[in-house]
């Protein structure tokens, strides 16, 4: 991939967001990231929940240090291919492992804001999509980085039980509040098959992403299977999509070919590659 935009190196930022925790979104954010790569784009992943950042342990690289390069931060670089990769930031790179962040308000903003402007994303070559892993919820890390990174969109996440689906509607009114536009939404636990006997079972329902996408009419990018191999592979820090053939890695490659479709319809700084 080859610089294009000499003024912005990266030509997509999108937020991963819900409404309330316990969600997966993490999770989701982590194999979109991953898939992204696969397809060949230069992708970077932001981890910016900062007093639960996970994404270093979900990808086995919790042990490594970001470099500086002139008073910037480099990120972190896991390599998935012969010539291509993923680059993290991530808020657990600069604590102590289990250290708590027991930060009021005003603080957690102004740190946000050093953060993640300090952060040299194009220190191999610019990016086509920056993933922003955000905290759950619609309170102020998420208006902050919003403001902050000029984001172009925001992908949330949510599970089909009502009251996840109550709080996908706040996080939708928010992103209209902040004039972002949302690039879709992503059922997540969205049924379960039984690895035995190949039956589904409907474990927190199903479909109710979609509906409520149809109601706030937003598109909707596509569910992912409730699978146990997920959180081994969350644990133990093998990238998921990249190891396992199964319904529910699947599902991740369709949900990407279909944000590709929804960015390839919006006004974007530069085009894709």
């Not at 379960?192 to 474990?203: A, K, M, R, S, T």
């Not at 479909?207 to 149809?214: P, Q, S």
């Not at 199964?246 to 530069?270: H, N, P, Q, Y």
Request: net charge negative; with cysteine.
């Amino acid at each position: 991939m080859t610089k294009t935009d000499e003024t912005d190196p990266i030509r997509h930022r999108i937020m991963i967001m819900s409404g309330k925790g316990g969600v997966g979104k993490t999770t989701v954010a982590v194999n979109l990231a991953l898939r992204l790569v696969e397809s060949r784009k230069n992708t970077g992943l932001l981890d910016a929940d900062i007093t639960g950042p996970n994404i270093p342990k979900m990808l086995h690289i919790e042990d490594e240090l970001p470099s500086a390069d002139e008073e910037m931060l480099i990120p972190v670089y896991l390599p998935l291919g012969c010539d291509h990769g993923l680059s993290v930031m991530s808020m657990a790179f600069m604590i102590e492992k289990d250290a708590a962040v027991p930060w009021h308000g005003q603080l957690r903003t102004d740190f946000i804001r050093q953060f993640v402007e300090g952060i040299r994303w194009d220190w191999m070559d610019a990016l086509d999509y920056l993933l922003i892993d955000l905290p759950p919820g619609t309170g102020d890390e998420p208006m902050s980085i919003a403001e902050l990174m000029d984001v172009d969109g925001v992908i949330i996440v949510t599970t089909p039980q009502d009251v996840a689906l109550l709080d996908t509607r706040k996080a939708i009114n928010m992103a209209r509040y902040l004039e972002i536009p949302v690039i879709g939404i992503i059922e997540n636990m969205s049924g379960f098959v039984c690895p035995h006997c190949g039956c589904e079972i409907d474990l927190f329902g199903k479909g109710g992403g979609e509906r409520v996408a149809k109601e706030m009419g937003v598109p909707f990018l596509g569910s992912v299977p409730l699978d146990p191999l997920v959180v081994r592979s969350g644990d133990s820090g093998i990238p998921f999509v990249l190891e396992i053939n199964s319904a529910t890695a699947r599902s991740f490659e369709a949900i990407v070919d279909r944000m590709d479709e929804v960015m390839k319809g919006m006004k974007s700084k530069t085009p894709l590659s």
